[in-house]
């Protein structure tokens, strides 16, 4: 419960540094209001614990929100979740993804 809190709190005291960030990794043809409510939710809190929280490997982090992604759509919203998320990780994160 700590790790929740402090991704559900961080996200919402970041939020403006994480939606442009992940406006950023957004392909040209999107705008952050296009994307839907809940996905919006979801990509934030990814952004932040991307971000925020070196301690848990981008990979983990990544897969846990497609898997939030897939509890709640069954269409395309958790590839489009995997491929902005790992835009933000490689941007924040390069050192994991060097090799």
């Not at 919402?12 to 999107?30: F, P, R, Y």
């Amino acid at each position: 419960l700590p790790l929740f809190k402090d991704v559900v709190e961080g996200a919402v005291a970041h939020k403006t540094e994480l939606e442009q960030m992940l406006s950023g990794a957004l392909a040209q043809d999107w705008t952050w209001e296009r994307v839907d409510r809940l996905v919006r939710a979801i990509l934030l809190a990814g952004a932040y614990e991307l971000i925020h929280r070196k301690d848990v490997p981008s990979k983990v982090a990544i897969s846990e929100y497609v898997e939030i992604a897939h509890a709640f759509y069954d269409q395309g919203e958790q590839s489009f979740v995997n491929s902005v998320l790992d835009r933000v990780a490689r941007q924040s994160r390069s050192a994991e993804f060097a090799r």
